[in-house]
């Protein structure tokens, strides 16, 4: 698979999958982790909604914000899978702040689209203890309940301590189209975790180059 093929991939799973769950609005089942997501929605589409001023501060503010609240790290080690048996720290940690900001650039590029409309948590479940999927929908003038856009977002850890692990769009759960596509790569590439970093910078770059 090309580097644009790679990226083309990525995005399409991100923005344009097919259903998600059912038509049911999801259990309420855990409100302290409903009321955190919710906190953090406004958070991000109140940073992306602000003016930028000399070179667009959003950037940087929006970059920090995802970085605080993304558990990156669980997120890149799922990626790899098996791959990361006997890597070498260095790679591995390489790997990990390349995906790192490659997943503020799909998210900065994905979330952007939403600035101008409304998600509103709808429930949660439960997935065991320290793992909940709090499901959300976008909602704007035009909208209405069976077209709504519909956004899940699994969280660990526990309350007053949540990460964002991983984002489901209408059916599609982002770090397993990077897991098979990664997967992919590296089945490839005889497993070289360095060449998967490279290209994930490749890609990260063509993303926030708008290319």
Known sequence: MTSNSFGRFAMAA?????????????????PEAEAFTQ???????????ENGHG????HTKFHDF???????TSAAMFTLGPYRRGASQADIESFVD?????????????LDKYKDKALHVTGSVDNKPGDVTVATVVQDDRSTADKALRI????????????????QIEGAWISQSQLEQ???ILSRNGGNIP??????KQQTDRIVSGR
């Open 195 to 200: 060449d998967l970093t490279r290209e994930i």
């Open 98 to 110: 390349a995906y790192r900001e490659y997943e503020f650039s799909l998210y900065a590029r994905s």
């Open 66 to 72: 995802i970085v605080k609240y993304a558990d990156a």
């Open 152 to 167: 899940a977002f699994r969280l660990l850890g526990s309350a007053g301590n949540y990460k964002f692990a991983d984002v």
């Open 14 to 30: 991100l923005l344009t999958a097919a259903a998600w769950i059912a038509a049911a609005p999801a259990a309420r089942a855990n």
């Open 39 to 49: 906190r953090v929605i406004d958070e991000g589409i109140s940073i992306l909604r």
């Open 182 to 184: 990664f997967r992919s």
């Open 55 to 58: 070179g667009d501060p959003r």
